[in-house]
């Protein structure tokens, strides 16, 4: 692949690099993408970098809550762009119908991030609605909208040991990295709150996820004032408050299911830049002649740091298992590998990051290499962290119908050519469709011919779309193909309108598609799940079946009273673990 491919664009442009970028015929496949892990340029790092450097204030307004779990808390956040309110609504529920799945009615808490300061008119609305989520009625102010439940395993544990003060272990809370879990995180336009092109262009938070990033943190922290503030309800005269470095190690849990995985083909141009900025950010490093003794000594640090992150990734999924076990065993070799001068690498050696990723990676699973990837990153920011600036793109797709249809299938079979070799005869090939449920508007997967519900039929297929076309116009006489426009060829098939315009514009973004079939039977949506999240800066993907995934957001991130502190290192938190928050 050749080191800037048109339009990867303004990405690679700004990037003095000699390494290439990789291979998007490797990079793109499902397997890779479901192998991705937490990185610098994470919407989360991104957001506490931002948070720290502009010197944002978070204050606890108040916090009524009682030891029924009924009442509610209030956070301001005043950064340079804007004051912006945090609501939070706690509520008793029936143990039995505390739930991850789309049906749940109730929640032991529901939030709310708004523009501005949130009066007394606003917040009775908000009371009234925001338990009901989805069915509720919002407003253009209110930016994002959750809603969480407890960990069953350690909310009231830790509860219960703070209030007859003592410290609950570290590894406990490493081991399950939550003590309140969102099922979802609704932004952009979703049940009449502010549309993305409001946050873009009118709030402090114009860049991709940022505002639904802050809202997570903020329930992070809410987690963390909570349980100390119920412990201390129950017992004022012994009750402690978990100490600095435990609480780092809480995170927020998160499910997340079918509905996020389109995201990454409806939005080929965001999705390109999201990839593009990440491997400029590898090629960056990998390009560097030399290093130095501390950055060395900190990648060596770090990869310690990443193998005891695995020992606490738990997970029920087998597949996932086995993939732990390689990676754990890869990287406990490498470690000795580079201890042992095996590989003759450090301060001294000839591009020591390349020979890390090209030479030695290489022949890792794609989970180890991927991790690889993250860890060369982090002492690297001077080189890297510009790069969040590209993460984001306008996503407008435009028709060209003046082209010839020759020149219209020479990109098709020079940048479309993984979709012509698919072949979709056999029933396998078209095992799935995806669509939109009438209730919830959610995407769902539905199996070819016995299923309800194809005539909602979503394009997620892209290979098939691609391979029609291509069927299509092949079958032209050759002086068909040189004389027809684009557009005329349209007026006879227009049912490849979206397809011809797909390819005319994304034929100069070389990560901006999925190169697989995805509707095959072999098609795992999990690995879509895992590649969007680790964008997030998610960690400790649990699959709970091909469809859905438990994860962790912010664990090991600074906490409030973290970003005040001048002395505390806010960007140093990948892969934490109990050995060092």
Known sequence: MPRSTSSSVGIAEKA??????????????????????????????????????????????????????????????????????????????????????????????????????????????????????????????????????????????????????????????????????????????????????????????????????????????????????????????????????????????????????????????????????????????????????????????????????????????????????????????????????KYLLGPDSDYPWKKLMHEIAISFSPEAEEMLASLILEPHGVIVDALEECLDAKETEILRPEQAISQLLQTIEDTYSWAVKFDFAGSNSHHYFWYRSAVKSEPRLGISGSDIGQHREMIVGIAREIASLHSDLIHLSQAERETTSIGMFLLRNSKHRATVERVQTLSKYPYAEIRDNLLASDCLPVDLLRCKLAFFGATKFDPKSDRWVRVVLFQGAPVVEDLFDADYDCDDWLFASDSEV
């Open 16 to 341: 003095s690099f000699a390494s290439p970028l990789r291979d998007p015929d490797k990079l793109m496949r499902s397997t890779r993408l479901g192998a991705f892990h937490q990185t610098r340029l994470s919407f989360a790092r991104a957001l506490i970098r931002r948070m720290r450097r502009e010197e944002w204030q978070i204050q606890r307004q108040y916090m009524d809550i009682g030891i029924d779990n009924v009442g509610e808390a209030l956070y301001l956040v005043n950064t340079p762009q804007g004051i912006y309110s945090f609501l939070a609504f706690a509520h008793s529920i029936d143990p039995r119908k505390r739930t991850d799945r789309a049906i749940a009615e109730v929640w032991d808490y529901t939030f709310v991030l708004c523009e501005g300061h949130v009066d007394e008119s606003q917040k009775s609305r908000l009371c009234k609605n925001l338990p009901h989520q989805d069915a509720g009625r919002y407003e253009t102010t209110e930016l994002v909208f959750s809603r969480a439940n407890k960990s069953g395993r350690l909310f009231d544990d830790v509860v219960s040991s703070l209030a007859k003060g003592k410290e609950p272990a570290k590894a406990s809370i490493a081991d399950i990295g939550y003590l309140i879990r969102t099922t979802a995180v609704f932004a952009n336009g979703k049940f009449g709150i502010a549309d993305y092109s409001r946050l873009r262009h009118r709030s402090g938070l114009p860049h991709s996820f940022e505002a639904q990033m802050l809202a997570v943190y903020l329930i992070r922290q809410f987690s963390i004032d909570t349980v100390h503030h119920l412990s201390e309800k129950l017992a004022p005269q012994t009750a402690i408050k978990l100490s600095s470095t435990t609480q780092r190690l809480v995170g927020v849990g998160n499910a997340t299911g079918l509905g996020m995985a389109p995201f990454l083909v409806e939005h080929p141009k965001l999705f390109n830049a999201w990839v593009s900025c990440r491997e400029t950010a590898i090629a960056r490093v990998t390009s560097l002649p030399k290093t130095d003794k501390a950055k060395w000594q900190r990648f060596m640090d770090l990869l310690q740091r990443a193998i005891r992150h695995i020992e606490q990734w738990k997970t029920s999924d087998e597949r996932q298992k086995n993939r732990l076990i390689t990676l754990a065993h890869e990287l406990r070799g490498l470690n000795s590998a580079i201890s042992s001068e």
